[in-house]
């Protein structure tokens, strides 16, 4: 503690920047870990707070997936003599002019024993329950959707329904809190039974909320509801909503974990590099510790704790950086929900979980206690009588460089044999470890062989300066090598980054020339994702009656869960989809698989289903459905973007059979040769447009769509590139002061043997530049290795397609510039502190 | 020693029997009361007041019909005003031996819907009574005590036999018209609901309140409830209280 007193403070005060630019790529690290999942998970504590707050006294829920299912369903729950009160409940999303709002259909008579419905003006809960009762057009909104509006009891509120355009009537405003504060207040209460005409959802119910009498357990009550209902129902609490929203997050936080590592990772090599510095700058020092006494343990627990130190303030300031980047992805996260749940969820409050800033530490004080191990080492081992003479000792032994290319060999060696074995999950990340490892370890070799490679080229730029920068280069690998493997692990990040999204945007782009091929798509929404309103599935004879129109395909798209995971279902006319979109097999026999699910004996999944429930071709999957448990052989399995969890695709007679639905969500329509894709439009809108809530969606229009969609799912990973640049300019900053100050000794003898200023500058300049190009050369080529591992994690873990490997050489010769243009500035500061410092303290310097 | 021991078990027999007799008495007199109070059908037109806590009054008018009386008649009371509500209907098919079915119709929805027994302790559509009180009960349906007179009135404590949700109720009964004059109804945290049933006249020999309030004592409303039109024995079809007819007639 005196050492680190007497010692470490006034060093570190006496070189705060370059600490600071030390801890930057702690702070990096931990902030994006603690940003991530504390908005994570503060999107998630308000969904759950969402889905209590709609729950009321609710214990538990019936439901049968999006299809929902017959009312007579109601009786039967009723009758139970456990239930002490049961009502139906029907989910949907309107849009509206200021967002989405969930609407909430309910039988304002049983829904009350669940429900608190707190009304703004009388003691009744509505203005008039019988009115509102009576006209289907009545809704009850919250306070804070009414003030956005300027709404007030009987003011009107358009909104296109399957019946045509219609408007709403405000028949009671409830309070803020509870239920009101669901969804921060967008949403809406109207009757069930006019919810089911609204939404053309026919005599079904989404679910049924139920509360059982007092002293019956939620298991007893799951068994009696169960033998009631059968077994194609979920029974659980309310809470147990939501599945679908985490596996969502899941990929989102997988995806931010592995920049953290990276950044914590870079962070690493920048406080080793720092320190490995500092240890060789204050050998002096050190020596004369030694002399007075302090053993070697005395030294490294010095270093050590001053590398601690470092890891700690970096820590503290990342869990900060990391709250201030939660309230940004809040929003984003937010916005994800609105995809899944079609309502946006905002967190109410930001709040860091104990785990997370727990963890924040460990990773932050290990990252810095590891970076710190082999300069402490190196600052025991100095020998005083060697430390209190002049000069340098950047250089590492040959013995070393050979030692470290031992251990990267080994470590490659493994690598590639857990490549081999990777269907193990430990192993192949193990390898994935490893090759990491193996590239970091030949860092200085590789780095110090470049720098040999560029010695020419940048004398042959400029003879003097050119030499001086690759010298200093070849030099002091020890001081440059740090900041490589910094620079190099960035760069390979934003590759594999920028790879991955190349993969994927190729991917989607062939799958939808096969599956999104129709000419038109009559959705109920301007969004083809949007199920909460249906058509029926009668209107199919009046487009398929419209001049031009070849054929129709009606898709019916629902989300129901298999082993407790949301999986899209699409129900469809098979020997249809067959002629005209063929998606190719990944297994199976292509023509077979689609005679099979046609003739409804067996079901067609995704690659990304079978990846991530483990499906296999041939097994029998159990689907469970209001008629009972549909069980069904995998006929085939196709590569299919159509949905995250993955997809299975069945024919619409046995979902009919099974669900008792026959609902279209979408038609999808082809033209006869030579019919004017606008003019069928508009004959489809003329006919249709003005008396229901109909969309038409032109091939462009949806394909435009998916991109968007698309888009938005890579924007978490646009801002981890922009993370990755930033650290590995960070890294090059922290390197350039680092080395200034390092040889202001070294450049105050060239000013003093008549080396000019700009000569100076353009040294530094060019040095900067070098190690931009080593950087860029060793983490472009670490990228291609990278990116493969980042396809195989998506492949096994996140999105269950193989995307197939792009490298993104747009963005590798994009990155060229970008990096040694950062380097050129980074340079910059450094440069000219180099020539404006005294040159007698310069060559005083040590 | 046995003469005293005699004189105890013919004290305890007359107790009992004393007993015995004042429970048959409650019944009685209540049964009475039905007996009364019964016809072959009814029809009136309500004219209905809610009166909320801050004195807002919302009116409404219906028109009820009854055929059958008490445990097995079949009522519809069907809105006629104002026209927000006009068609809105309630079918109820009373039974001796357990709770009413009951079916609510919405002519703008063009659809039924069945109470659900669970649902019957909710409101009767913003008013002040619950489904549940526009049953009619049989007299068998209950179990009676008859209690001190109040105010030269019976008053008899009712306890329902089926699922209710009320655990007990009070009824202070006319002792020369065997007309109920007021009922207090009580569950598990005490008093629900106060009837007073008033302005009584003779029609067709039947004594009938032509006004009746509802407190709601917890929310401090009142439902009043005044009969226009009243007609006792009048001919009404079977048919027009069914679920069909619903549909039909709206």
Known sequence: MILLRLISWPYARKHLLRILLTIAGIVLGVGVFVGMHTANQSVLAAFRSTIDRIAGQTQLQISAGEPGFDEDVLDRVQNVPEVRAAAPVIEATVSTDKGNVLILGVDMLGDRNLRSYDLEGADESIDDPLVFLAQPDSLIVTKTFAAARDLRINSRIPMRTMDGDRVFVVRGI??????????????????????????????????????????????????????????????????????????????????????????????????????????????????????????????????????????????????????????????????????????AQSAAAIEVAPWIVGAAIAMGLITSLIAGLIPARAAAMVDPVKALQKGSYLSPGEGENRSRRKWAMACAVLSILALMLNRYTPVFYGGYLLAVMAAVLLAPSLSLQVSRWLRPVLKGIRPVEG????????????????????????????????????????????????????????????????????????????????????????VRSVRVLVKNVPVMLVATDIESLARRARLPAIEGDGDQMYRRAAAGEGVIVSENYARLHGARYGETIEIPAPEGTLRLPVAGIVRDFSDQQGSILLSRDVFIRYWHDDAVNIFRIYLKPGASEAAVRQRILDAYGTRRRLFVLTNGDLRNYVMRITDQWFGLTYIQI???????????????????????????????????RRQIRHTVWMEAIGIGAIGLVLGLALGAAQLYYTIEIARRDLIGIDIGYAYPFTMALALVPVILSAAYLAALAPGESAVRGSLVEALEYE | MNNRWRARRLASAAL?????????????????????????????????QVIGAENRIATKRWVFERLGSFGRSKALLRFTAPPEVKGVALLIMNHPDR??????????????????????????????????????????????????????????????????????????????????????????????????????????????????????????????????????????KEDLFTVEALRRES
């Open chain 1, 174 to 343: 409830m309070k803020p809190g509870g239920l009101a504060s669901a969804f921060g207040g967008n949403i809406a209460i109207m009757d069930i039974y006019a919810a089911q005409k609204i939404f053309g959802r026919g005599r079904k119910f989404d679910r049924i909320d139920v509360a059982l009498r007092d002293g019956v357990t939620l298991d007893e009550g799951i068994a009696e509801l169960r033998a009631a209902v059968g077994p194609g129902f979920q029974i659980e609490p309310p809470s147990s909503r939501g599945p679908e929203f985490e596996a969502t997050s899941r990929i989102y936080e997988l995806g931010s974990n592995i920049t953290s590592v990276f950044a914590l990772f870079i962070g690493m090599f920048i406080i080793y590099n720092t320190f490995a510095i500092a240890v060789t700058q204050r050998r002096a020092e050190i020596g004369i510790l030694r002399a007075l006494g302090a053993t070697r343990g005395q030294i490294r627990t010095l270093f050590l704790s001053e590398s601690a130190m470092t890891g700690i303030a970096g820590t503290l300031a990342g869990i900060g950086f990391g709250v201030l980047m939660a309230r940004v992805m809040t929003g984003y996260i937010g916005g994800l929900l609105e995809e899944v749940y079609g309502v």
């Open chain 1, 467 to 554: 030499g001086l920068a690759a010298d200093s280069l070849i030099q002091g690998p020890r001081r440059t090598s740090g900041t490589v493997a910094a620079l190099m692990l960035s760069l390979a990040l934003v590759i594999s980054l920028g790879g991955l999204a190349r993969s994927s945007y190729r991917s989607i782009s062939e799958w939808m020339r096969i599956a999104l091929n129709p000419d038109l798509f009559v959705t109920t929404a301007e969004s083809a994702t949007a199920r909460s309103f249906v058509f029926p599935a009668s209107l199919a004879a009046g487009l398929r009656g419209i001049e031009g129109v070849a054929e129709v395909q009606l």
């Open chain 1, 722 to 756: 922009a993370v990755a640049v930033l650290v590995a300019v960070l890294g090059i900053v922290n390197a350039l002061t680092v080395s200034i100050i390092d040889r202001r000794r070294e450049l105050g003898v060239l000013r003093a043997v008549g080396g000019m």
């Open chain 2, 16 to 48: 009992l029997v004393a007993a015995m007799a004042q429970a048959q008495d409650a019944r009685q007199i209540v049964e009475e009361a039905q007996k009364r109070s019964e016809s072959a059908s009814q029809r009136y037109e309500g004219i209905l």
């Open chain 2, 99 to 236: 709770a009413s079915d009951q079916w609510m119709w919405r002519p703008a929805i063009g659809r039924e819907q069945r109470i659900a027994l669970q649902d019957r302790s909710t409101r009767f559509f913003g008013t002040d009574f619950s489904f549940e009180d526009l049953e009619e009960r049989d007299v068998n349906q209950f179990d009676y005590k008859l209690l001190p007179d109040e105010g030269g009135q019976w008053k008899i404590e009712s306890r329902p036999r089926k699922p209710s949700q009320y655990s007990y109720s009070y009824l202070w009964i006319d002792k020369s018209k065997y007309t109920i004059r007021k009922a207090e109804m009580y569950n598990k945290s005490g008093l629900v609901r106060v009837i007073d049933y008033r302005d009584f006249a003779q029609v067709r020999g039947i004594w009938t309140a032509r006004t009746t309030e509802v407190l709601d004592v917890k929310r401090k409303s009142r439902t009043i409830l005044k009969f226009d039109k009243l007609e006792y024995d009048i001919p009404l």
